[in-house]
């Protein structure tokens, strides 16, 4: 059975770009399972900065860039790609294609400061997530995918976000932060999309043209707390392939694709929430981008919009709705190139991008006209060179340069080093 294109999130990607195999063993049944994933570990220094005299002057609501002297900080941790191991069985009845899949996101590292004891209410400090479980069954008239899994709107985004095979922003982390991944260009580029219990529909992945749609389980958006129907996301993709034919690329070593997604929630609250305006609101967003590949050459831009998704991860920011209830606007771009030069296995890559967070009018009678005191930009540089040691192991080095601004003028800064390995199977 064809997945449809992604659909195993950063994983299938990362597996794909290392040419990596995992276990496959087929069954007497039909069936065939599959076990495969990665481990990486890298070395973090970060070292912030206050542009003000008093540290809390840069602690605004919505910076990532902690600042503070326990924040100038070494760790050993998980970069942005979690450890993944995935368990897949396929198998065919009745003229359907039929699958399963489970997908474990381990890291290696505690919240900072917390040591490897089983009394802090985790796994030995370290954190597990289960963030794939779900069932596909699929034809040549495409796909349907019920269970959990990433979300359509910004997926994209992530997926062809070069830092996903490296460290990005926000790699330290003092106590009680820092358990988890790091940001990559989280919250600097795009939000995230999270992973989230759905059921989609995706065309058949043999056309160059792919439109996913599905209902999605569907989220909180601050007091706006009563949700009677679920989210809606869609996708659409078009990849077109050029050049020379090769064994590996039978359709063109060069590739184009272009891809567009969307969301709409409806939300509410009791009655009388709130003094003035409405107690139901919209939330919808818009996202896209170009991934261009040719020569060595990788040349990526995307960008989103949205209203009442907030300016990190999606719907969970704690900035989407002003203090009459008024959803905040928020949009954020990434412009990205990576070049391997031929008969080399060295890839360098540069990137910039940020999120920024608009104020509301009623905002700006709160606190003045781009004066209030929560984040306005979070933006950052990332230069990255990554030496391809084998077909599943590589060595990455990173720089991040990291800015939070708040509307009302204060500024933290971080430089950040990152070196690791990724070994892919």
Known sequence: MKRIAIV???LALAAGTAKAQGLTMQMSNGWAFSFSGNVNAFLVYTDPKCNTSSVSGCSFAGSLVPVGDEEKISRIRTGLLPAFATFEAKGKEGGVDLGIHFGFAPQINNAGGVHDNFGNGTQAGAQIDMRQVYLTAGGTWGQVLAGREIG?????????????????????????????????????GYDYPNFVAQMTYSSPSTSPAQISIGLFDPSTIGPYDVVKIPRVESEFTWTGHFGATTAEAPKGADKVMVFVSGEWQHVQTPTGTFSSGSDSKDSYGGAGGVRADFSGLSLVGSGFYGKGIGS???FDSGNEVDGAGEFR?????????????????????????????KQTSDDDATFGTDAAPFVKKNSSIVGSVTYLWTKSLRWVAEYTYSKAQSHDGAEATSNQGALGMMLFF
């Open 152 to 188: 359509l709107y910004q997926r994209n985004n992530i997926l062809n976000d070069m830092t996903l095979f490296g460290v990005g922003s926000t790699g330290g982390g003092h106590a009680p932060g820092g358990g988890g991944t790091t940001l990559g260009r989280i919250g600097f």
């Open 8 to 10: 195993t999130c950063a």
């Open 312 to 314: 990190v991860l999606l």
């Open 329 to 357: 606007n928020s949009y954020g771009f990434i412009g990205q190139a990576e070049f391997q030069p031929a008969g080399t296995q060295w890839k360098f890559g540069a990137s910039y991008g940020e999120n920024d967070l």
